[in-house]
C-alpha cells in the first residue's frame, strides 16, 4: 500500500502544452510538498500546503500552479511547458510543519518536454 | 553561495571499505541534519537525523555535525553493493516551515 503516490510516473509533452501531476498520501499527514530535482540531482522545494492552505511558494514561475483539494491530495498544473521544466518532480508529505525528519517522498514523475 | 555544498562525486569503492561523504553548509541558524538516500528511479529515503552537533550511529551508518565548522558528515562502514545509491544531505532550521534544503547528492557506487 503506497503511502505517497504519484501519477503518472512519466510524462513526455511537447513545449507549450499544459500538464498536471496528481499526489496523493494515505498517511493521513497534515504537511505535503512539491520538490523539483533536476537532471544534476539537486532537489529544491517549490511549494508547500498545510491543512491545505499554501505556507511555501519557492519563486516559481507562475506558470505553476498547485492546487489542495483537501489535505490527502496535492496536485501541480503546469501550463505552458518549457523545455528547462524538464525534470523529476517529486511530491512529499510530514506529519505536520514541525516534523523536520518526518518527510515521506513519492516515487516522482519524470517530466520531459520536447 | 549555496546554502549547502555536497561534492557530487561519483564516488566508485571495494566492497568492505568505509566510505565517507560531506557537506557544508553557510547558515549557523541551521539546526537539523539529514542524510537521504535515493536509488535509481526512486524518492529519497531517510536514513539518519542529528538535530544539532554530535554523533549519531545506526547500524553501519554514523552521521557527525560540527556546527562549529558547519560540516556534515555520513560514514559508511563495511560497504556493501546494496549501498549504491545518491546520497543526499538536508538541513532545516526552526520557523523554515519545515522546508528542507538539499545538497547536489554524491553519487556512491560500491563494487564487488
Known amino acids: 500500500d503506497t503511502a505517497v503516490s504519484q501519477t503518472p510516473k512519466y510524462l513526455v509533452t511537447q513545449m507549450g502544452n499544459d500538464k498536471s501531476i496528481k499526489c496523493e498520501q494515505n498517511?493521513?499527514?497534515?504537511?505535503m510538498y512539491w520538490y523539483k530535482q533536476d537532471s544534476k540531482k539537486f532537489l529544491k522545494i517549490m511549494f508547500s500546503?498545510?491543512?491545505?492552505?499554501?505556507?511555501i511558494n519557492e519563486t516559481v514561475p507562475n506558470r505553476f500552479s498547485p492546487k489542495s483539494p483537501d489535505k490527502a491530495h496535492l496536485n501541480l498544473h503546469i501550463n505552458s511547458l518549457e523545455l528547462g521544466d524538464s525534470a523529476v518532480y517529486f511530491c512529499?508529505?510530514?506529519?505536520?510543519?514541525?516534523?523536520?525528519?518526518?518527510?515521506?517522498f513519492g516515487s516522482g514523475t519524470r517530466l520531459t518536454v520536447v | 553561495q549555496k546554502e549547502v555544498e555536497q561534492d557530487p562525486g561519483p564516488l566508485s569503492v571495494p566492497e568492505g571499505a568505509i566510505v565517507s561523504l560531506n557537506c557544508t553548509y553557510s547558515?549557523?541558524?541551521?539546526?537539523?541534519f539529514m542524510w537521504y538516500r535515493q536509488y535509481s528511479r526512486k524518492g529519497p529515503e531517510l536514513l539518519m537525523y542529528?538535530?544539532?552537533?554530535g554523533n549519531k550511529e545506526d547500524g553501519r551508518f554514523t552521521a557527525q555535525v560540527d556546527k562549529s565548522s558547519k560540516y556534515i558528515s555520513l560514514f559508511i562502514r563495511d560497504s556493501q553493493p546494496s549501498d549504491s545509491a545518491t546520497y543526499l544531505c538536508?538541513?532545516?532550521?526552526?520557523?523554515?516551515?519545515?522546508?528542507?534544503?538539499f545538497g547536489a547528492g554524491t553519487r556512491l557506487a560500491v563494487h564487488p
Open positions: 512529499a508529505s510530514s506529519q505536520d510543519l514541525e516534523q523536520v525528519d518526518g518527510y515521506t
Open positions: 498517511l493521513g499527514h497534515d504537511t
Open positions: 500546503y498545510n491543512n491545505k492552505e499554501l505556507i
Open positions: 547558515n549557523s541558524a541551521f539546526q537539523y
Open positions: 542529528t538535530y544539532s552537533s
Open positions: 538536508a538541513i532545516a532550521h526552526s520557523g523554515g516551515y519545515n522546508k528542507l534544503i
